[in-house]
């Protein structure tokens, strides 16, 4: 018997060129799940907005960002994706506080207080609507300056464009949330955040209480309101 004869060598051949095949390709799937994985748990690590971003990228759907004006709205939604039914004014007016609460450019931790005291509010209801309702009941109408005339300084009382007034509201409840934080280290600010603008929705509250002292000081001072140059 010839054990070198052609059929003998071709099936012994073909029988090892079919294991190294089979190897190859169970390597080569193996490879491919441990990337896929990789890539899998790389893209939920990624943020709601950079991974819809590229699902639009592999669909060959790219959507186009605003510039100008409506990009600080859209970046803004982006971060409020968890939450529905937002317009522009109130995802800007959600911006603005996370802003005017963050101190040293840390944003992120400026942002978790903003959302921990949303999380506080939701069982007392629509938390954009309480905020809303707390900035209207804290912004002032009017405000007073110091000018001088004749060598005497006068307070003048003056009409404050929107834009101030939600500015002016949003910074004074921020500013009475410290201060009840002063006495008490243990409490968090986000707790005592939540406590101000719920007083304030219900017109009560220390920043509530500084708009009607300030409106008090403006009507003792309007005499001189014809002393208004700007």
Same mark, same amino acid.
């Given at each position: 018997?010839?054990?070198?004869?052609?059929?003998?060598?071709?099936?012994?051949?073909?029988?090892s060129? *079919?294991?190294?095949?089979?190897?190859?390709?169970?390597?080569? =799937?193996g490879?491919?799940?441990?990337?896929? !994985?990789?890539?899998?748990?790389?893209?939920?690590?990624?943020?709601?907005?950079?991974?819809?971003?590229? !699902?639009? @990228?592999?669909?060959? &759907?790219? %959507?186009?960002? %605003?510039?100008?004006r409506? @990009?600080?709205?859209?970046?803004c939604? #982006?971060?409020?994706?968890?939450?529905?039914?937002?317009?522009? /004014?109130?995802?800007?007016? $959600?911006?603005?506080? =996370?802003?005017?609460?963050?101190? #040293?450019? /840390? +944003?992120?931790?400026?942002?978790?207080?903003?959302? +921990?005291?949303?999380?506080? &509010? @939701?069982?007392?209801? *629509?938390?954009?609507?309480?905020?809303?309702?707390? $900035?209207?009941?804290? /912004? %002032?109408? !009017?405000?007073?300056?110091?000018?001088?005339?004749?060598?005497?300084?006068?307070?003048? %009382?003056?009409?404050?464009?929107?834009?101030r007034?939600?500015?002016?509201?949003?910074?004074?409840? &921020?500013?009475?949330? @410290?201060?009840?934080?002063?006495g008490?280290?243990?409490?968090? &600010? #986000?707790?005592?955040?939540?406590?101000?603008?719920?007083?304030?929705?219900? +017109?009560?509250?220390?920043?509530? /209480?500084?708009? #009607?002292?300030?409106? +008090?000081?403006?009507?003792?001072?309007?005499?001189?309101?014809?002393?208004?140059?700007w």
């Open positions: 018997m010839n054990l070198f004869g052609k059929s003998n060598f071709n099936c012994v051949f073909s029988s060129l *079919d294991w190294f095949h089979s190897s190859r390709l169970s390597e080569k =799937v490879t491919q799940k441990k990337r896929f !994985c990789r890539e899998t748990e790389s893209f939920y690590a990624l943020c709601l907005s950079h991974r819809r971003y590229l !699902c639009y @990228a592999l669909e060959g &759907l790219l %959507p186009s960002r %605003p510039r100008g409506r @990009a600080s709205t859209y970046n939604s #982006d971060n409020l994706g968890y939450i529905r039914g937002l317009n522009g /004014k109130q995802k800007q007016l $959600i911006k603005k506080l =996370v802003h005017i609460c963050m101190i #040293d450019g /840390k +944003k992120t931790r400026s942002r978790a207080i903003v959302y +921990k005291t949303f999380h506080r &509010l @939701a069982p007392h209801g *629509d938390v954009i609507k309480l905020l809303v309702n707390a $900035i209207e009941n804290v /912004k %002032p109408i !009017c405000e007073v300056k110091k000018v001088r005339i004749s060598g005497t300084t006068r307070l003048v %009382p003056s009409i404050i464009a929107t834009n007034q939600e500015t002016l509201a949003i910074r004074w409840m &921020l500013e009475s949330a @410290a201060k009840r934080r002063m008490k280290k243990s409490i968090s &600010l #986000d707790q005592c955040l939540y406590a101000e603008i719920l007083e304030a929705s219900q +017109k009560m509250g220390i920043a509530r /209480k500084k708009r #009607d002292d300030l409106h +008090k000081l403006a009507e003792a001072n309007r005499s001189f309101s014809h002393y208004r140059w």
